[in-house]
């Protein structure tokens, strides 16, 4: 039996290489997944596009500085089999769903493509800055094989940030492991947004995205290799890379009777009686926890 430390799941790490400009995360998702997964029966290619886009959650959410800030990834589309992917991430805390049409998901075998899931949809990932109040969002084209490709767009097109991700699910005996890298360039330093140049070409970037491309999907899965170990076996070579352990990762979500009772509780009288069943009750789902809460206002 390994503890956690040594498989890795449900942390994060962060890591630098200082003298190629770079800076990086890497996550592995695992009874967090199980945990996530757990509250929706959804089908196997539903499961494995869900546990990519939490596993590219929990990795963009370790970039947020602000530990109370929160990244929300949402897939949307007009009329694809899946119409709508969400997942957020706040102080550590993950939570997913997918809405989907599972008659025309049956229709597509075992391993659709993106494409085939969405159609032409679109990705929106936004950066929420409880500190300041400020919140970046960004909207790309469902493009390219994978989740994480689009991911790759959003940084090029609406940060100017060379970045490479990759991520990799694993599913066995009914458990599920995910495992996520981001490399970036960031020349200008930690803090910049805004970069006028950047450059997919430029030379140290050539040489960390070589290093970090070098990575298997297995590597990334693996419980055998802790999380340093693994971001050692690419970058041994450099003169000095920094490591840093990113927050726990755990499921959670906001949903609550007494959440939504004063949710309600701001609408007046007359609007929550239109909202009432015929037993007077107003019943507000979490999509998040596939979960119901039947609340009386009296
Ligand atoms: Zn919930």
Redesign the pocket.
């Known amino acids: 039996m390994t503890d956690q430390a040594e498989t890795g799941f449900d942390q994060v790490l962060q890591f630098t290489v200082p003298a190629r400009d770079a800076r990086g995360r890497v996550v592995r998702l695992g009874p967090v997944l199980d945990t996530v997964l757990s509250a929706h029966a959804y089908p196997a290619p539903i499961r494995n596009l869900l546990a990519e886009a939490l596993a590219l959650t929990a990795l963009l959410g370790a970039l947020l500085k602000d530990d109370d800030g929160q990244l929300t990834m949402q897939a949307q589309t007009q009329d694809g089999v899946v119409d709508l992917l969400v997942c957020d991430y706040r102080g550590g805390e993950l939570?997913g769903y997918v809405r989907h049409d599972r008659a025309r998901l049956d229709e597509l075998g075992p391993h659709p493509s993106l494409h085939a899931l969405f159609g032409d949809g679109y990705l929106a990932i936004t950066f929420d800055l409880s500190s300041s109040d400020q919140r970046y969002q960004g909207i790309v084209p469902l493009e390219g094989d994978s989740l994480a490709r689009a991911c790759e767009s959003y940084f090029f097109q609406s940060e100017q940030v060379p970045t490479l991700i990759r991520v990799s699910v694993h599913s066995e005996g009914g458990r599920t492991v995910a495992g996520a890298l981001l490399v970036q360039h960031l020349p200008d330093g930690e803090e910049g947004r805004e970069r006028l140049h950047a450059r997919l070409d430029h030379p140290e970037w050539e040489h960390v995205a070589a290093l970090a491309g070098s990575l298997t999907p297995a590597e990334l899965t693996d419980p055998q290799l802790g999380l340093e170990n693994l971001v050692w076996r690419l970058f041994h070579e450099e003169s000095e890379v920094r490591v840093a352990r990113g927050l726990p990762l755990t499921r959670g979500?906001?949903?609550s009777a007494e959440h939504y009772r004063e949710l309600l509780a701001r609408f007046g009288e007359a609007q929550r009686a239109e909202m009432a069943n015929d037993d007077g009750l107003i019943v507000v789902d979490?999509a998040?926890?596939s979960?119901e809460f039947p609340l009386r206002f009296d």
């Open positions: 939570r979500c906001r949903c979490c998040f926890c979960k």
